[in-house]
């Protein structure tokens, strides 16, 4: 089928990319012309593993382009995958979202179109999103027949292993009122569903892994289910990180008692890795439009907001965990190992790191950090920040009065700690993920503080 996609971020390219390998002819749309550039030469502006590789195995299927028509006019689906950032209040601003809605309005030709909205925007916007490309469809095409509807496609992919969650997804949930809608939406994903494709070698198929859930429903369904998921994963993340502090409390050693609950299987093994917390752009995002949709229907949602507060305080401790050992922070030298606000991504929206590195900052302390992969990313995103950076993870050690792993990158479990204690003024580190063996950092000769443990 003929396919495009606007906006090529971490959602819209992950999708282009995937649904081309799939079969499907797939244009890319993006306003950022050097990013298409970048994406015309086989280069990803985004840092997914296999991406680039993915994207050479479609490469036939795959065009790239700034051209509104060209992306548009010929397109049975087509995707906005826009950003959709959080205002300062916690509504999402929906100006990138408008502009797309009206370009499809302008541009589509087809006489049928289904219209899917992947950026997260408040419950309900889709029939927004729907007179948004109507007004333009007639201002522009008096006589035409197209026929177009909105339908929702919620995305579920986990940034670092976002490939393998949409070739080997738990389901595919597609929202619509209109039979049609939902059954062109089948048809499109029907390689998925049935998993007939041949798995790349880089991504094999998980043994015994046969097919793919397929739900359809309503739209306000189809967009409530995106929300409510990520808020019940950042609600079991903040519930383990509470429950981690009265551990600390008591003597008790969080990482046994996660294990011990994760294998009730009503409650399961995952999300359940206590230490800073959740990051990213879509939880903080899709529990802030939770919130603010529940407020216009006079809703607390007061779960929803407990599992964003104690998430909130998961950086506020960790800082003041590092001030009761330091006793001064003022003049001091921090390292941080890992800046993305998660392992193999480059991603640094809300970013633990930046929050902890700032709060360390404003209280006179010097920062310095290292990330394997997301170094260029903060230089550039933190320029106007105080933060330093260190070309390697050992050097973040030197001179360093503490050093604190924020992101739980495999590499850092290599680091000579005993060597790289040498370097520092003061043997103290602050596991912020669990991450790091406790007796091996003992024997280096370092006192180690975790996030669930009591020190
Ligand atoms: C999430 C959802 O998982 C995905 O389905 C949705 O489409 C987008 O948002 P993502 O934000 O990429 O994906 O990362 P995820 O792996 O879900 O982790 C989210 C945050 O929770 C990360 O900051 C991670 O460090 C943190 N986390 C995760 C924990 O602190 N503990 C855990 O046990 C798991």
């Known amino acids: 089928m003929k396919v495009a996609i606007i906006g090529t971020g971490y959602v819209g390219l992950t999708t282009g990319v995937t649904l081309a390998f799939l079969g499907h002819e797939v244009t890319c749309l993006d306003v950022d012309a050097a990013k298409i550039a970048q994406l015309n030469q086989g280069i990803s502006p985004i840092y997914e593993p296999h991406l680039d590789e993915l994207m050479k195995a479609a490469r036939s299927r795959l065009k790239f382009s700034t051209s509104a028509s060209d992306a548009l006019s010929q397109a049975e689906v087509i995707f906005i995958a826009v950003g959709t950032p959080s205002l300062a209040d916690g509504n999402p601003n929906l100006t990138y979202l408008k502009s797309a809605a009206e370009a499809v309005g302008e541009h589509i030709q087809n006489p049928y179109v289904v219209i899917v909205n992947k950026s997260t ?69 029907q390689p998925l569903i049935e998993q007939t494709f041949t798995p790349p070698s880089f991504l094999p198929r998980p043994e015994n892994f046969k097919m793919v859930n397929f739900l359809s429903s309503d739209l306000q369904s189809a967009e409530l289910i995106k929300y409510a998921a990520n808020a019940f994963l950042a609600l079991k993340v903040s519930f383990i990180n509470e429950i981690s502090e009265l551990s600390e409390k008591v003597g008790a050693d969080i990482s046994h008692v996660a294990k011990g609950i994760g294998l009730d299987t009503r409650i399961g093994n995952k999300f359940l890795q206590a230490g800073l917390g959740w990051g990213g752009s879509c939880f903080a995002k899709d529990t ?12 607390p949602m007061v779960i929803t907001q407990a599992a964003k507060d104690v998430n909130t305080r998961q950086r506020i401790r960790m800082v003041e965990i590092l001030a009761n050992e330091l006793k001064i922070l003022k003049g001091r030298k921090i ?45 550039k995103e933190w320029a106007q920040s105080e933060i330093q950076f260190a070309e390697t993870a050992e050097a973040v050690f030197e001179e360093a009065d503490a050093v604190l792993l924020i992101t739980e990158w495999p590499e850092f479990l290599d680091i000579n700690f005993s060597k790289s204690k040498e370097k520092m003024k003061n043997p103290l580190i602050l596991d912020g993920r669990n991450h790091l063996d406790p007796v091996a950092i003992k024997k280096a000769g370092l006192k180690m503080i975790t996030l669930g443990r009591s020190s």
Do not use: C, H
């Open 335 to 379: 390292g941080i190992l890992g800046l993305a606000f998660k392992p193999f991504t480059d991603d640094l929206r809300d970013a633990p790191a930046f929050d902890v590195a700032q709060k360390l900052i404003d209280r006179g302390a010097k920062v310095i950090g290292f990330d394997p992969i997301a170094m260029n990313r903060a230089k």
């Open 288 to 299: 802030a439009a939770l919130i603010s949709t529940g407020k216009e229907y006079g809703l």
């Open 121 to 189: 925007v408040p419950i309900g916007s889709g029939n927004w999103v729907e007179s948004l490309v109507r007004d333009a469809f007639r201002s522009k095409n008096s006589g035409s027949k197209s026929q177009f509807v909105v339908a929702s496609n919620p995305e579920f992919l986990r940034e670092g292993s976002a490939l393998q969650d949409m070739l080997y997804a738990d389901r595919v949930v597609v929202g619509s009122d209109d039979e049609k809608a939902i059954s062109t939406m089948r048809k499109l994903y």
